[in-house]
């Protein structure tokens, strides 16, 4: 498409959402990527014109305090000290907020109030389910503290290509019009597994675009090999955001890489108006600390894409979680099997789209089906959704498999119809108990305890120094990997005198 052309109706600069710091470490480096290592970088980042930094939610919550050591509510009130002007966004889950299950209203009400005083202004808000009953504790909040709500659709397939009896082109703009009326600020496609194909982007934006006034934001991993040019075709159909990382945080499983799609629309009324040089000289500053996660990269094949997602439809993070399952039950050469039944345990259990936590749910049925039979054991978590416990699925679930599944169910062999959080307890009161002989405990602390009610506490007694923090969550040094680099390299160099001697 020429410059002089229409651009879908949208002849102004396209504008980029940087997720390096986000959603590029948690794709790439199982999200453990330090704040001490995201600060300079976040600097340069507050000079150049993004939209949005992502700089918090999803696995970052978990892993900081399961993992890292870190107080989660910390890392984006120093991040602020030094980028001053970009807003901050982070990726909620809805009901679910940054766990695995939907917490109680009062839970969530408490959690987006915290955010905000943390200093989160974009929230970036999805449901597994797509059900968006699930959104309104959390957009009454966003909404009662001035912040921008970005209304999210989680995109799904069950064809290559958009279309077929669910996810077509109608049940998108079906759920965006829901969304409107929700008041969002911004419209989210989230592609969470990069099947997007170009012209589906295409189609589906401009539709979108004719349809909403609400500007539309496109989300889409590089798993597949298709989101930079699902991202062009996309600019071209007038998408006024989309989402890219810094080059050496982006491609596999991450994202596409800004440097190259700034060039692509230079000089056209797309262009992005941010500056190649400075996106190069933040990627020197990654470079310098990247070794450090390097442990947590996995380039398990030659090929820097999953061509194989285009076949299965599974999520790069999940085919992790299915491998680590089969190796523990020594079955991995069933994995082929596991794929085929992912398909299959989808649609008996109402085709939910596969992301946290649909997929790891999905993913643990189907294992369980392969290895001891169909539903001879079942989750709690697929009890759940069968129930209703997660929200509405896009279709109806297998009326017998959900029967065999509710059989003995402790809430009852009946499936639900409300919202989810209207059948849950208030629970804050549990997490301040947890917490209330932990000396200096805040509301912070608080909340961490009731996102995670048994690492999330262990998380505060560490962080108040009545346990220890175990010598794992200190992490590596440049330090340390420089000796480890100067030790492997003085075993090439004997291995090589060896050799040379026979």
């Known amino acids: 498409m020429s410059a002089d052309q229409d651009w879908g109706g949208n002849p102004t600069p396209l504008k980029v959402m ?10 790439l480096f199982a999200t453990r990527m330090r704040t001490e290592d995201m600060i300079a970088v976040a600097e340069m980042m507050d000079e150049v014109g993004f939209w949005a930094m992502e700089v918090w939610g999803g696995a970052t919550f978990d ?16 991040l602020r000290k030094y980028a001053k002007k970009t807003p901050f966004s982070m990726l909620l889950r809805g009901q679910n907020l940054v766990g695995y299950r939907n917490y109680a209203d009062d839970v969530a009400k408490e959690f987006v109030d915290l955010s905000c005083e943390a200093g989160i202004n974009v929230f970036r808000t999805f449901d597994a389910l797509n059900d968006f009953r699930n959104f309104e504790t959390v957009v009454e909040r966003i909404k009662a503290n001035g912040q921008h709500f970005q209304g999210t659709i989680c995109y799904s397939l069950t064809e290559r290509r958009m279309g077929g009896p669910v996810f077509n082109l109608k049940y998108y703009l079906a759920k965006a019009k829901e969304l409107e009326a929700m008041g969002a600020d911004s419209i989210c496609i989230k592609d969470m597994a990069g099947l997007i194909a170009p012209y589906d982007a ?13 500007p539309i934001h496109l989300h889409s991993h590089y798993t597949s ?20 990382c810094l080059a050496p945080f982006a491609l596999r499983t991450s994202h596409p890489a800004v440097e190259p799609i700034i060039v692509a629309l230079e000089g056209t009324p797309r262009d992005t108006g941010l500056s190649l040089k400075a996106m190069l000289k933040m990627g020197e500053e990654l470079e310098k600390i990247a070794p450090k996660y390097r442990d947590y990269w996995m380039p398990n094949q030659m090929s820097v894409i999953d061509t194989g997602v285009l076949v299965h439809q599974v999520p790069g993070g999940m085919i992790s979680n299915l491998v680590s399952q089969l190796k523990e039950a020594k079955a991995l050469h069933r994995l082929p099997e596991v794929y085929a039944e992912v398909a299959v345990a989808r649609t008996e259990m109402g085709t939910p789209p596969l992301v946290t936590p649909t997929s790891q749910i999905v993913g ?5 089906n392969v290895l001891f039979g169909k539903y001879k054991m079942v989750t709690n978590e697929t009890k759940g959704i069968l129930y209703g416990l997660y929200g509405k699925t896009p279709t109806e679930p297998d009326p017998e498999v959900r029967r065999k599944a509710l059989k003995k169910y402790p809430r009852g062999s009946e499936p639900i119809t409300c919202r989810p959080a209207d059948v ?31 690492t999330g506490t262990q998380f505060v ?3 108040r120094g ?31 005198e060896a050799l040379a001697k026979k």
Do not use: N
Request: glycine letters at 4%; hydrophobic letters at 40%.
């Open 63 to 78: 892993s900081m305090s399961r993992f890292l050591g870190e107080d989660p509510w910390e890392r984006p009130r120093t």
């Open 424 to 454: 849950i307890e208030p629970e804050l009161h549990l997490a301040k108990d947890r917490v209330k002989d932990i000396p200096g405990a805040d509301k912070f602390d608080v909340m961490t305890a009731a996102i995670y009610d048994i």
């Open 202 to 214: 295409y189609e589906l934006v401009a539709a979108l675009k004719k349809q909403c006034k609400a």
């Open 461 to 463: 007694k560490i962080k």
């Open 18 to 27: 940087d997720l390096t710091l986000r959603d590029g470490t948690q794709s």
């Open 225 to 244: 090999g298709m989101a930079s040019m699902s991202m062009l075709k996309a600019a071209e159909a007038g998408v006024d955001i989309i989402d890219c």
């Open 466 to 496: 009545v346990e220890p923090m175990p010598p794992a969550m200190k992490g590596k040094s440049l330090e340390d990997v420089a000796a480890e680099d100067k030790i492997i390299a003085e075993c090439r160099k004997q291995a090589k």
């Open 364 to 368: 643990v049925q189907a294992v369980l």
